[in-house]
């Protein structure tokens, strides 16, 4: 559970590549699920487990276009409903 306005790691990996390589955000069908939990019936419209609505992000670059990347899912109130 995260609360709102926070935001949390699920996740953490690291390995050897470049940078200009990662791009790949998605996980396994399934590894995730979602909900609103209150005491009303809202449900987040967009799937955690497709790479299209992850963004990868570029967080530091370093000599030999190595760096550190991560990959964020930003819950709005919009994808609420």
């Known amino acids: 559970m995260i609360s709102k306005n926070s935001s949390t790691i699920v996740q953490s990996s690291g390995g050897l590549g470049r940078v200009a390589d990662f791009n790949y955000c998605g996980l396994e069908e399934g590894t995730l ?27 530091s670059k370093r000599f030999g276009g190595g760096g550190e990347c991560e990959c964020r899912f930003i819950i709005t109130d919009e994808d609420i409903k």
């Open 33 to 59: 699920s979602s909900g609103v939990f209150t005491n009303d019936t809202l449900e987040i419209q967009r799937n955690l487990n497709e790479n299209g609505n992850w963004s990868s992000v570029v967080k």
